[in-house]
């Protein structure tokens, strides 16, 4: 395997230097962190599914028009994306009360929300990724006005599109995180959807038991993780043929 330079390291994923200027690898490791990475632990084979969970997301929303860096697949662990410039935020979208939310207001985990809520968290482990407003994101600059109707334009149809898609195969979307990227074009910038979309950073409930189908399985113990993620996938008609099997990563260059 060729030697790839090294970009960065991040909790789930390492991104190498893509092939093309402008262009990314994506690997997804097995690696599972909690609680601000408190707490860390393996879950055999999610680097694949979600790899594959991620590809299958990003495609669709495509479909419909929704722009992202993902470009393709390159192999079980590895996806090829555009390089953007993320933006320092961590959009979350919740539909049902769960986690955080029931903590901070005291609002019973499963409690259906009025509407569809979105928060915004700055992106910084040090600071253990602080909720923020409008205001600071506007006044810190980043980002505009005009960048924030637009990310929740694109949040709000990523969310009845994905809610719908997963309530057709017996999952229902309790809340999820989303980030956006820029890019320039001519020079003229876009706002893409970026990072990936999975069991690691969604919160998926079995519609009729309201078994737990995300890392929640691992924050909180309950066991069988694995076959979580991989009955999302399988409910998604995308669980790889071959089965789970691990594959060596990307050699990097020092």
């Given at each position: 395997m060729a030697?790839?330079?090294?970009?960065?390291?991040g909790k789930?994923?390492?991104l190498f230097e893509g092939p093309e200027p402008g262009t990314i690898v994506q690997y997804f490791k097995d690696d599972a962190t909690a609680f601000n990475a408190q707490k860390k632990g393996t879950i055999t084979g999610k680097g694949v599914l979600?790899?594959?969970i991620s590809e299958y997301l990003m495609t669709r929303l495509a479909e419909i028009g929704i722009p992202?860096?993902?470009?393709?697949?390159l192999n079980m662990r590895e996806q090829l994306v555009r390089e953007v410039e993320i933006i320092p935020l961590e959009v979350v979208v919740r539909n049902v009360a769960a986690g955080s939310l029931s903590t901070r207001l005291g609002i019973q985990?499963?409690?259906?929300?009025?509407?569809?809520?979105?928060?915004y968290y700055y992106k910084n482990d040090g600071l253990q990724?602080?909720?923020?407003?409008?205001?600071?994101?506007?006044?810190f600059g980043w980002a505009s006005t005009q960048d924030i109707d637009e990310i929740v334009q694109m949040t709000l149809r990523v969310n009845d599109f994905l809610s719908g898609l997963l309530l057709g195969v017996g999952i229902v979307l309790v809340d999820f995180k989303l980030e956006f990227g820029r890019i320039w074009e001519n020079d003229?910038?876009?706002l893409v959807l970026a990072d990936e979309i999975s069991p690691d950073n969604c919160r998926l409930w079995d519609a009729k038991t309201g078994e737990k189908m995300d890392k929640d399985r691992f924050r909180?113990?309950?066991?069988?993780?694995?076959?979580?993620?991989?009955?999302?996938?399988?409910?998604?008609?995308?669980?790889?043929?071959?089965?789970?099997?691990d594959l060596k990563g990307p050699e990097t260059m020092q």
């Open positions: 030697r790839r330079r090294q970009l960065y390291e789930a994923k390492i979600n790899n594959r992202t860096h993902f470009i393709r697949r985990e499963g409690t259906r929300l009025p509407r569809s809520i979105i928060e990724d602080p909720m923020v407003s409008e205001e600071h994101i506007t006044a003229e910038m876009r909180r113990d309950l066991g069988k993780v694995e076959e979580a993620y991989q009955e999302v996938a399988r409910r998604l008609g995308i669980l790889p043929e071959a089965g789970i099997r």
